[in-house]
């Protein structure tokens, strides 16, 4: 079974980079039909797609966060990776990571504060 685990800081200053890493287990993304999702929900709020990596390596954003989101991976660790630049607090939210549009991740508590 495809499991996967979010990971990175709970707590990030205004202006700093936003690093995640989810990695997965029971499952390898080496795999042709792997594509690795962020999506996060702001307090309040619904779900935001916020990017996508494909199997082909192949990255699309949301364009209203694509000018400060990159996402990575590791296949080597059968990791992928977010990284959002220049927080505010508007990007407090509870951060997922998904695979093949069918398995989550917990989520993760970020909060932007000073």
């Known amino acids: 079974q495809v499991q996967l685990q979010e990971s990175g800081p709970g707590l990030v200053k205004p202006s700093q980079t936003l690093s995640l890493t989810c990695t997965v287990s029971?499952?390898?993304?080496?795999?042709?039909?792997?594509?690795l999702t962020w999506i996060r929900q702001p307090p309040g709020k619904g779900l935001e797609w916020m990017g996508v990596?494909?199997?082909?390596?192949?990255?699309y954003y949301s364009p209203s966060l694509k000018s400060r989101t990159s996402i990575s991976r590791d296949m080597s660790k059968n990791q992928f990776s977010l990284q959002l630049n220049s927080v505010t607090p508007e990007d407090t939210a509870v951060y997922y990571c998904?695979?093949?549009?069918?398995?989550w991740g917990q989520g993760t508590q970020v909060t932007v504060l000073l």
């Open positions: 029971g499952g390898s993304i080496t795999t042709k039909r792997y594509t």
């Open positions: 990596i494909t199997y082909d390596g192949s990255t």
């Open positions: 998904n695979a093949l549009n069918a398995y």
